[in-house]
């Protein structure tokens, strides 16, 4: 007897399953009234022509509190930088709650201030939200759906289709710092030293690469999945090969000691403060200027290129000489991170 | 020893608990970051003065197929009516699932029909989503936000405030339906009689009343919390008293009997495809007139009107020529009901 398909935790993990997930089956049962892609956000048009970006994300992170943030800084830096990935002023967000009954309204007061706080620190404002509650052992403390909409300024045309051989592949600094903060402070697991989240609003870092008038290809926030995930969506919508340089991505030793420990490529581990921008190669200085002189882009560099070979494909070339492929992520390696 | 403040499942129930949940926890801990009201929808202005209705709504309802729905159907045509009821024609909507690891892939995949179909007829796109995954015991099968956003045609002001002395209320149909269904099928409650869900996107009967050229009021979607939670807020918020005539509430008998059974008041019951329409009176045998014609609108009829005495409360005229209190639900009656 065949067991029934179930989702697994690897459905959630923002990798090949989780695409899978939405190619076959919300797709094809959202039919006609499914947008021709789900992705992280949406550029709608309304009124005059006016463009909006209108993206959402669901937040259950485990812990609720780590070193560096909370839940609450997620869902509001999250919905944020999906926003501003497409260029848009963020402006309005909802928040929704789905509480667990037991859960101390001492924790949730501060996961609401976290929340403000980040709000108000991104220049959004909170204007409409939604409170559920489930009994006790049918939701795990607090979990956060955040939706965004922002407007997206004339003339900036920035998507994942957009990156084209040549172009250069930026970082706005250290990868998997958020992956490891919160594993750090999961039940055992120490890594010595403490590892704080990157979380962070990245509008402003966005604004300040459009300023030099770049005509800035792609931008993605590598978040569940990382940066294998986003530039391995990118080389697949683009249909171009990305090629990393491996000696220049900027991981931590903290970072890579702990993705030893556990097993894991920090290609693959999340980011929550950090983007990728694709820009074509005369203004990879320009923009990597702009990027080094905010304070939430001093370690930015570039990491590698777009090129023709191999189009839907991510591959890193090593310090021997070689190069290995960075492949999508398959399951969930570090569940229930954001 | 005094036990820690707790979230418990009142809460969660759209009455007056909920109500101070937002008042003292989230607006506080917000502050300058969020609008005045964290209402069930927002009016934003973009571009060239383009009013947006932006609403989010997360659905936890157990179990998650009922008689005449699913929680798919309740995800779409929720949002749809927070829109409506400010006048909005829906147009573009996320969705955003929190599953728990081991659910049936079958039973998302209906769930994500129903959401599919219930979108195709109100005409709103699915554009933008979001899949999280929790493990087993961490969660009760699919958790659903949906967050939508609509375009309010010039001219229309519709607002809870907005009621006045005089106005005659208007029902769109039986009330308590919806809660009534989803409890018929709880552990062990069977009625008799099988009542089916009343859930139903209600931008068409909002667009009929609107076409009569009457000053539409004040429209509510009378969700969690029943008529009497609505009915409330809008008292509250116009500083109006209402006044309800018992007999002319279009109870139907499966509902009063189960509500007899279960010690509840049709009048705090959920409905999911009902609407409250607050009218000048002048307007309301035309308004009446609009709804009737409308297959969702058939069983409309006046339940009461808008005076100045008693003002943010409601109260009902009792066959024995008595009043009484129309309370706010405090906690929650019916759990996990939407």
Chains 1, 2 share one sequence.
Do not use: W
């Not at 959402?56 to 943030?69: A, E, L, N, Q």
């Not at 909370?70 to 402006?91: E, Y």
């Not at 949730?108 to 006790?136: N, P």
């Not at 023709?308 to 570090?334: C, I, S």
């Amino acid at each position: 007897m065949r067991a029934t398909p179930a989702v697994v935790m690897g459905h959630g993990g923002g990798g090949a399953m989780s695409a899978e997930l939405v190619e076959h089956l919300f797709l094809p049962a959202y039919g006609s009234a499914a947008a021709a892609e789900l992705g992280d956000s949406a550029v709608l048009t309304v009124g005059d022509g006016t463009r909006l970006a209108f993206s959402t994300d669901s937040f259950v992170v485990k812990p609720m509190f780590f070193p560096g943030g909370s839940i609450g800084d997620l869902a509001v830096n999250g919905t944020v930088n999906d926003l501003a990935m497409s260029g848009a002023t963020p402006l309005f967000m909802s928040s929704a709650f789905i509480l667990q009954e037991g859960t101390a309204l001492t924790d949730l007061g501060r996961i609401a201030q976290d929340m403000g706080a980040a709000a108000r620190a991104a220049g959004v404002r909170l204007v409409t939200g939604d409170t559920k509650v489930v009994d006790s052992g049918s939701g795990d403390g607090v979990y956060i759906n955040t939706s965004g909409i922002g407007v997206i300024p004339a003339g900036v045309d920035i998507g994942p289709r957009r990156a084209a051989p040549g172009d250069a592949v930026l970082i706005s600094g250290d990868i998997g710092v958020h992956g490891v903060a919160v594993m750090s402070c999961r039940d055992g697991l120490g890594f010595g030293t403490t590892v704080e989240s990157d979380t962070a609003a990245l509008h402003g870092l966005v604004a300040a690469m459009l300023a030099t008038g770049a005509d800035v290809h792609v931008l993605r926030d590598p978040t569940r999945g990382g940066v294998a995930a986003s530039l391995n969506e990118i080389a697949t919508a683009s249909r171009v090969g990305v090629e990393l340089i491996e000696r220049d991505l900027p991981v931590p030793d903290t970072v890579r000691d702990a993705c030893s420990l556990l097993g894991l490529d920090p290609l693959q581990v999340a980011n929550e403060g950090k983007l990728i921008a694709i820009v074509p190669a005369d203004s990879a200085d320009r923009v990597l200027a702009a990027l080094t002189e905010h304070p939430l882009g001093r370690g930015a560099r570039r990491i590698g290129t777009c090129v023709t070979g191999h189009p839907g494909m991510v591959v890193a070339r090593t310090g021997l000489g070689g190069t290995r492929v960075v492949g999508l992520p398959v399951g969930e390696q570090l569940p229930r991170i954001c």
